[in-house]
């Protein structure tokens, strides 16, 4: 079982429509969790970041964690063609690299 | 002020020779990681530097190696190309915190 799983997709979905991305992990030492969004041909870019279990809302994106359930997610809402992307989830236990989810493809139509 | 840069930005080479990537951080971090990304197993760490010292590597061969200098820039090698090293290998710098990893845009190398 790996650390940290992620579905690939791909997910298309209508511009204005509500996504729900999420993961599942492994390890219970993790504590932070960070959701990066990455374009065709660039580096990765820290979307949103979470310290332990809640919430946190951004705008039009809501990060949420769940440590009893070792599950995350990403929601965004009124989905907008450039949000056209790879997400990917990542998470550390603090003092140990980053651990990424293989990331999921995502397509909103206009 | 100026991103994570690396070099080349794309790269062709031949099975069984060696190729050098070059990474320069942010001003002012000192740590840096290198990410091998690819289809099927996503991003995978190969290791960390920070003042000059490998503080962390991943479950990689030593045919994968790098090195940090003074001023924080960094390379890595692979000797010994393989097929199988077909990837975009990713640069990240960070001021310290795992929410400060910046990363560049990769190079993307071909073994043919």
């Known amino acids: 079982q790996k650390e940290v799983e992620q579905d690939p997709g791909p997910l298309s979905v209508p511009e204005g429509a509500i996504v729900s991305l999420n993961c599942t992990y492994s390890?219970?030492?993790?504590?932070?969790f960070m959701w990066y969004r990455q374009y065709s041909r660039k580096g990765p870019e820290l979307l949103m970041y979470t310290y332990s279990s809640g919430n946190k809302e951004d705008g039009r994106f809501t990060a949420q964690v769940d440590k009893s359930s070792k599950y995350i997610s990403l929601f965004i809402r009124d989905s907008q063609p450039s949000d056209s992307a790879t997400y990917l989830c990542a998470m550390t236990p603090g003092n140990t690299p980053l651990v990424f989810g293989k990331g999921t493809r995502l397509s909103v139509i206009a | 002020k100026a991103g994570v840069t690396q070099t080349p930005r794309y790269l062709i080479k031949t099975r069984g020779q060696q190729v050098t990537l070059s990474c320069s951080p942010i001003?002012?971090?000192?740590?840096v990681s290198w990410y091998q990304q690819t289809p099927g197993q996503g991003l995978q760490f190969l290791f960390e530097y920070f003042s000059e010292t490998q503080r962390n590597k991943g479950n990689f061969p030593g045919r994968f190696s790098g090195r940090q200098f003074s001023n924080s820039r960094s390379e890595m090698n692979v000797s010994t190309l393989e097929l199988g090293d077909s990837a975009l290998y990713l640069c990240a710098s960070s001021g310290g915190t795992p929410l400060g990893y910046t990363f560049g845009s990769g190079t993307r190398l071909t073994v043919v």
């Open positions: 390890n219970s030492a993790f504590q932070y």
């Open positions: 001003s002012g971090h000192r740590s």
